[in-house]
């Protein structure tokens, strides 16, 4: 019988539908529903990609026993992050507060209140490795409950209460200056992996933001440190096993510090943001391996993410059938030289080992390999290899793929919009501007309302329920903006100034900062607010971004001065945490340039007016904008007083309120840039 889940959008609710467990979405009906029994909420919180809320799922959810005990005693609520994550955000700060630590599956006990009182992640079926077991932990909540409800209450009380008075300490007055950039290089520096690439130890991020501002910090001081940090960080993981060296696409993350072993799962926004930062660093470099694998990791988004209605999906998860009825993380993508025989023939599959670093004893488990690109191929192997390779992912083709998370989130479809858009017009590929054109119709479409307010996700071309939070505003203006940029249409352009006008009228708060979920937003009992980059750019700082390229584009002071209000925050954070707030340092890098607003005039089939579009999108200073078409069109407010020159076409430069006399030649525009 399934349970309540049935009727839900959520591919990871849609598993859960028919669990034993009775199972309820997060509702107001719910808590009502704990009030009426007088019961506490089991609150239970996941992803359909995430490998351990699939164990607990197996072990515990679908447990006849365990599912009786979690039905008789309390009201179990799933709730999936990627749709809710200002519900994950708030009860996530509660985990870390109260035990140092978080994650996912994330199981929090609630008063019917919804104030949380006792938090854990994942729990074995039996006790083990010194946790204590599901029904262990199910029998002491309703223990507690049922005889200690006083202390229970107080628990509950002294969170809510902490939670509350964490209002952020913001950073002061002021926008991050040359000081503050610098200092958070330093920092990077200090933590900097010279050997391998990337910052820290294992487990090890791409760390997409970080590289933005190296690349924009280069361009605008020409630190060489910045760009090399971002060029053999950008090799490295595209050498790794954590980059898929026959589809193209990043995995998550890598285990170990040296990029080898992925935590297979792949995620849009992963995506989205690696694609566009190889692009940049091509723009920097002009680097044959950044424009393959910007390329390559566009092609994979469209080929596997790509959904029937024009957006993106989701994620594709680490696990599959390895052949034998068993999930294995990872079975689609490792091999061993056994398989490579198989496919290829003993001399291919010698050479294959060689260039993929495949070896008997295995870099992966059970003797398997991720493939990597240990070392560059010789011209004269260059057509064996890709030869190889096509056999090679061909073959993998008829393995059992991984599941895919097919919901459309709406910044992370933001996010890839801005990467297609991009990737696109610098490499001459009109089809991936295409294809972020269709996937920005079916935000407007399906995603955006009358008044332009956004839902956070959709399914099949249906609308979920869920309101936008800030990241979806901030990063599907973002994508607009991109789109704006490259194809010339200013409609993008207003609908991006209507998304930012919404977050000027209901995310804003004292002082420039800014709150993740709207005024009148579902009230939680904390109203989340989070300026740190993490796995993406933070809402705040995607917001600083959009809102500062908007001004840009218009002239406004009010998004300006929002953009600033916004960034005070990366004067507090940027020297002392560079790491976390990659985005907003990248932005601020914008704000120091200018950023530069960029006007080119022209006939459409004019080819001086094409060469100059092309050498504006190719700029590498930080953040600058783009404005082209005909002189006076009213697609732009660039374009405004911006005649020909000698009746042909022409570009003009303006920053800090200062404008440069026209350019005719590219050559002389790019120096400009």
């Known amino acids: 019988m399934p349970n309540r889940l049935a009727h839900e959008t959520s591919p990871y609710l849609l598993q859960h539908a028919d669990n034993p467990v009775d199972w309820w979405p997060w509702s107001a009906e719910a808590f009502e529903e704990a009030r009426r029994r007088d019961v506490p909420v089991l609150l239970s919180v996941g992803y359909s990609s995430c490998h351990w809320c699939h164990v607990m799922a197996h072990e515990s959810f679908e447990d006849d026993a365990i599912a ?10 799933k709730v999936d992050r990627e749709e809710r994550p200002d519900v994950d955000a708030v009860y996530m700060e509660a985990v870390q507060a109260a035990t140092g630590q978080g994650g996912w599956p994330m199981t929090v006990f609630l008063t019917p209140d919804a104030a949380p009182f006792y938090f854990g992640t994942y729990f074995p079926p039996e006790p083990r490795h010194g946790m204590p077991s599901f029904p262990e932990v199910l029998e002491g909540v309703k223990d507690a409950w049922a005889d200690r409800r006083d202390e229970v209450g107080e628990v509950a009380e002294r969170i809510v209460k902490d939670l509350a008075g964490r209002s952020l300490a913001y950073g002061g007055e002021g926008v991050p200056g040359e000081e503050e950039l610098a200092q958070a290089l330093l920092g990077l520096t200090r933590e900097y992996d010279a050997t391998r690439g990337g910052f820290g130890g294992a487990p090890k991020f791409p760390p997409s933001m970080t590289l933005e501002f190296l690349l924009r910090h280069h361009a605008r001081t020409g630190a060489e440190g910045a760009l090399q940090m971002a060029a053999d960080t ?69 080929r596997e993410l790509r959904t029937p209605e024009g957006g993106f999906a989701s994620a594709l998860d680490a696990d599959s059938d390895d052949g034998t009825g068993r999930h294995v993380e990872g079975a689609y993508y490792v091999w061993t030289p056994a398989q490579l025989t198989e496919v290829l023939g003993a001399e291919d599959a010698a050479l294959a080992a060689a260039h993929y670093g495949v070896t008997e004893a295995g870099t992966f488990e059970h003797g398997s390999s991720v493939l990597q690109l240990p070392q560059q191929a010789g011209p004269a192997e260059a057509d064996r290899i890709a030869s190889i390779a096509a056999r090679l992912l061909a073959a993998r083709e008829e393995r059992e793929r991984p599941g895919r998370d097919d919901k459309v989130v709406a910044a992370w479809n933001g996010l890839a919009i801005a990467a297609l858009a991009e990737t696109g017009a610098l490499f001459d590929r009109p089809d991936l501007v295409e294809r972020a054109t269709e996937a920005a119709d079916l935000l407007v479409r399906v995603h955006m309302d009358e008044s332009a307010r956004l839902t956070r996700t959709s399914k099949d071309g249906r609308a979920g329920t869920n309101a936008g939070v800030l990241e979806d505003y901030a990063d599907v203006a973002e994508g607009f903006l991109a789109l704006a940029a490259v194809t010339g249409e200013g409609a993008w352009l207003e609908f991006a100034g209507f998304l930012l006008d919404i977050v000027l009228d209901r995310f804003t708060a004292e002082g420039g900062a800014l709150y993740d979920t709207a005024h009148d937003a579902e009230a939680l009992i904390r109203r989340p607010q989070d300026p740190t980059d993490n796995a993406t750019p933070s809402g705040w700082t995607a917001a600083a971004g959009a809102l500062l390229s908007y001004a840009a584009h218009t002239g406004s002071d009010a998004h300006r001065a929002a953009a600033e209000g916004a960034l005070g925050v990366v004067k507090a954070l940027g020297p002392r945490a560079p790491r976390f707030i990659g985005w907003g340092l990248a932005v601020s890098e914008a704000l120091l340039d200018g950023p530069r607003e960029i006007a080119v005039v022209g006939a459409p089939g004019d080819e001086v007016f094409q060469e100059l579009r092309r050498t504006a999108l190719r700029a590498t200073a930080p953040g600058a904008v783009l404005a082209s078409g005909a002189p006076d069109s009213e697609e732009f407010p660039l374009l405004g007083d911006r005649p020909l020159v000698a009746g042909g076409a022409a570009a003009y430069v303006c920053r800090h309120f200062t404008c440069d006399a026209p350019v005719t030649d590219p050559e002389e525009l790019r120096r400009k840039l």
């Open 68 to 77: 009786a005990l979690v039905n008789e005693h309390f009201v179990a609520v």
């Open 234 to 302: 950008c090799e490295a993981m595209a050498r790794g096993g954590i980059y898929d060296q026959l589809g193209g696409g990043f995995a998550r993350y890598a285990v170990d510090r040296a990029w080898v072993v992925p935590h297979f799962e792949k995620m849009l926004y992963d995506n989205a943001l690696l694609c566009r930062a190889y692009a940049h660093l091509w723009k920097a470099t002009g680097s044959d391996l950044a424009r393959r694998v910007a390329l390559e990791t566009a092609d994979f988004m469209v």
